[in-house]
């Protein structure tokens, strides 16, 4: 049976679709700065919440998009589980919704995978309000086009996401925090090079000359991780203190006025040169820059780099926050939109302005 | 199953193939019957028909025209990796273009201290590791046709293996994928860094079974090899005990590297076969395999063990050598040629179902042996709840096929009946199509009809697979009754 909302939101889209009336989907807010600026009437999501399914052991756990991430975090907690692509909330408020419909993922991406490995399925209600599920809450599921995983990172534009099922994992039995002083070039190249020996590293954050890495796993992997990596070890107080940092953006690093950008490149491309101060994770295929430079000069260092740059947060975005499109992807994904939100009214403009 | 072979429209094959041949030399295209007879069919030979052309272009510019060209002309292709797929995703046009990328062998790049290798699609996924192996890694998903099988075909299909449940299935394994759309036009998704601007049609291109772009460059990422794997082996006296031991070593907090099962009848036909030293007393033995560091994996072990013994194992072994840990995995990685020795034929299954519903479906499969007077040994992946029942039968006697047929179908449905999907990991293609209509809604499929528009306007690459019209599912016939409604009220029905 539908629950009662999702047929408010079904009548709520269908309404909005026929007056071509652009609606701004939203649950917590926190990560209203991200892409660019929404605009059209609120549809709150956060009337829409619960856990609607979760075994243990079977690895899945199928909750509404209205659900706090804190709360999902914590029933997970509760049976020794969690989400394995650490997303970050980036306010208490942060809902799984939100979560998906942003597609990021935090410190343990590199070596766990990021959100969009984690989606097993998805309900949504679509531009034209109709209910549609995708996927289910098993494993290995490769009935019809895998929608699901389409969504994460769509910000709202292709459907209301309602539910999403997620895989998840048992959490390591121990973990261990080491640091090593290093130029960033000579940590590029460690990171690199660890990433390509069976250690079971679990993060890695470069700023200021300092390499975090995080260990986890069984005690004695992480024992003789630790010697053959030889850094200082951090208490694990301040090094839990020092990865929510990273994730939610309130270590110091973030604390300024400058535009930040966000640079997804191969972990192994050079130290980026531009002007301004960065912060390397995911053994280097992620690269914070806190700059004042241009975009078209980000965005080609990116491309040269074999990536692309995403304006994060910043006072204004005029030459957008998401890298464009070449030519033929652009034209799929307008027409990608179109077959989802024929109307066009789901978070216009929200992830490229032209649709 | 089986379709009445088409006849060969002679005239249109002339002039496909003089368009062809107006740009790829005369050894890339093929349309002598004695030279397309090798490509009537895939993994699934119940299926066959014989294409009009086969095309095996030798660069991406002549896959690039080829689509161009039967574009044009309004001609249909069906691309093929090795052919081993096992639900007649690669079955040729009886009208159009089988489109071979069997030449496209060559290993581009390979990046080992950023670990990944560039590939073209014909490169076997088994070599992809062996040549990486001398820089200590590997790429992870290992189907168990891996020494045959190629990565444009895993891609397509999303295959998985017997590793899959720690280390993810092709879509967590591949960077990028290149190729193009049915008009010619040139696609890259994804990239070497870990994600790229817009929508994620990566992930919509990896399992797509062919239908929205033919790949001809494919980035894997390639993982450390372990330091050292072994396997635990345990027998159970009934199905149940087995299937609740797969969720208790989940709910122990491990993670193995592989979780697999065999029943009675599987073991004692592979047995025979590979003489691994099987318990042949057992209903069901397990398979559980731990990798990482030797301290690791002697920690895992124990648990692992202790579980089993907890759960009722009445044996329990584990590999003392590489050789060994072989040894144990041999029968289960053999299973499939095993029972072409015990049967004419056998028809596999790949139903995913919650893992705690395993022993439960295994009975019914039970009850389904029965029924239909076919006998069907499981080998499957349980750590995953991905089911491979074979139903051992005979393809020339019409009835058993006939029969086969209808005991596959119930056990779809029940698959879906406890909350899981029709396939796992070898894809729709013409062969569950029929139990597509039951998986989803009429609104489901027409948005899979509409995604496939964007990719290909005019429906000409891989027709007819994957996802089924929606008049096909009304003369399917078995119609969905959900809680005493029909799923479709809105289809015409026959």
Not at chain 1, 4 to 20: G, L, T
Request: hydrophobic content about 45%.
């Amino acid at each position: 049976m539908e629950p009662e909302f999702s047929k408010a939101f079904s009548d709520q889209i269908r309404a909005a679709a026929a007056e071509r009336r652009a609606l701004r989907i939203r649950g917590g807010g926190t990560k209203d700065f991200y892409g660019n600026e929404a605009r059209g009437e609120l549809l709150d999501t956060r009337s829409c919440c619960g856990v609607v399914d979760y075994e243990p052991t079977e690895l899945v756990i199928t909750a509404r998009c209205g659900t706090l991430l804190a709360e999902l975090h914590e029933v997970l907690f509760k049976q020794g589980q969690f989400l394995p692509f650490e997303p970050p909330g980036f306010g208490p408020g942060a809902t799984l919704g939100g979560c998906v419909a942003a597609g990021l993922s935090g410190p343990r991406r590199a070596s766990a995978g990021a959100l969009r490995d984690f989606i097993l399925g998805a309900r949504i209600v679509d531009g034209r309000g109709q209910l549609l599920a995708f996927g289910g809450q098993v494993m290995k599921n490769v009935a019809g086009y895998d929608v699901s995983r389409l969504l994460a990172g769509s910000l709202g534009t292709l459907g209301l996401i309602l539910e999403v099922s997620l895989k998840v994992l048992p959490r390591p039995v121990s973990e261990q925090t080491l640091t090593l002083e290093l130029p960033q070039a000579k940590a590029l190249e460690s990171m690199n090079r660890w990433a390509g020996l069976p250690l079971p590293i679990s993060a890695s954050a470069w700023r200021d000359g300092e390499l975090s890495v995080r260990l986890s796993g069984a005690q004695s992997a992480i024992r003789a991780a630790a010697q053959k990596l030889a850094g200082e070890t951090v208490a694990a107080a301040q090094a839990q203190q020092f990865w929510d940092g990273v994730r939610e953006q309130t270590d110091a690093f973030f604390a300024a006025d400058a535009p930040l950008w966000r640079l997804s490149l191969p972990s192994n491309a050079p130290v980026v040169d531009l002007p301004g101060a960065q912060l390397v994770e995911w053994g280097g295929a992620l690269r914070w820059l806190k700059s004042g430079a241009d975009a078209a000069t980000v965005r080609a260092a990116a491309a040269r780099a074999g990536g692309h740059a995403v304006l994060f947060r910043a006072n204004e975005k005029p030459a957008g926050a998401f890298a464009p499109l070449p030519p033929e992807l652009a034209r799929l994904h307008r027409e990608l939109k179109q077959t989802f939100d024929p109307a066009g009214i789901l978070n216009p403009g929200r992830l490229y302005p032209e649709f | 199953m089986g379709s009445a072979l088409p006849q060969i429209d002679l005239p249109q094959q002339k002039k496909v193939a003089q368009a062809l041949r107006a740009f790829l030399p005369e050894r890339c295209v093929l349309w002598q019957e004695e030279d397309t007879r090798p490509y009537e069919c895939d993994g699934l030979t119940a299926y066959r028909r014989l294409p009009m052309v086969v095309a095996l272009p030798e660069t991406d510019e002549q896959v690039q025209r080829i689509l161009r060209t039967c574009h044009a002309l309004g001609v249909p292709v069906v691309p093929r990796g090795a052919g081993t797929g096992l639900s007649g995703g690669a079955l040729p046009p009886g009208d159009g273009v089988l489109l071979s990328l069997a030449k496209f062998m060559r290993v581009l790049r390979i990046d080992p201290l950023a670990r990944v290798a560039v590939v073209q699609p014909g490169v076997r996924n088994a070599a992809i590791s062996d040549v990486v192996a001398p820089f200590g890694l590997y790429y992870a998903p290992d189907p168990s046709s891996q020494i045959a099988c190629s990565i444009g075909g895993n891609v397509a299909e999303n295959s998985g293996g017997v590793h899959c449940l720690k280390y993810g299935l092709t879509v967590h394994n591949v960077l990028r994928v290149k190729g193009y759309t049915m008009q010619g036009e040139a696609v890259d998704f994804g990239s070497e860094a870990l994600d790229a601007p817009g929508y994620d049609l990566l992930a919509l291109a990896i399992g797509s079974e062919g239908l929205l772009a033919v790949t001809t460059e494919v980035t894997v990422k390639l993982l450390p090899r372990p330091e050292m794997a072994r396997v635990v082996m345990a027998s159970f006296d009934n199905l149940e005990k087995a299937g609740d031991a797969v969720a208790a070593v989940i709910a122990a907090g491990i993670i193995p590297a592989g979780l697999e099962m065999m029943d009675k009848p599987a073991t004692l036909a592979v047995e025979q076969f590979v003489h691994a030293g099987y318990d042949l007393e057992a209903a069901a033995i397990l398979l559980c395999e731990s990798d990482g560091s030797a301290a690791e994996v002697e920690d895992e072990i124990a648990r692992v063990k202790e579980v089993f013994t907890r759960a009722g194992a009445t044996r329990t072994t584990v590999s003392r050598d590489e050789a060994e840990r072989l040894r144990f995995w041999s029968g289960r990685k053999a299973a499939f040629p095993a029972m072409g020795r015990i049967s004419p034929d056998y028809y596999c299954m790949d139903g995913t179902v919650p893992r705690k519903r395993i022993g439960e479906v295994l009975n019914f499969i039970g009850t389904m042996e029965k029924k239909y007077g076919l006998r069907c040994p499981n080998v499957f992946h349980a750590g995953d709840g991905n089911l491979h029942p074979l139903i051992l039968f005979d393809a020339n006697d019409a009835d058993q096929l006939k029969r086969t047929e209808e005991f596959a179908a119930e056990v779809l449905l029940k698959c879906i009946a406890v909350g899981g999907t029709i396939t796992g990991e070898h894809g729709v293609g013409v062969e569950k199509i029929g139990q597509m209509c039951m998986q989803f809604g009429a609104a489901e499929l027409e948005m899979f009809h509409a995604v496939k528009r964007v990719f290909d306007p005019k429906g000409l690459l891989n027709p007819g697979k994957g996802v089924p019209t929606l008049s096909r599912c009304a003369e399917f016939g078995r119609m969905h009754v959900h809680a005493g409604k029909l799923r479709h009220p809105d289809l015409p029905r026959f």
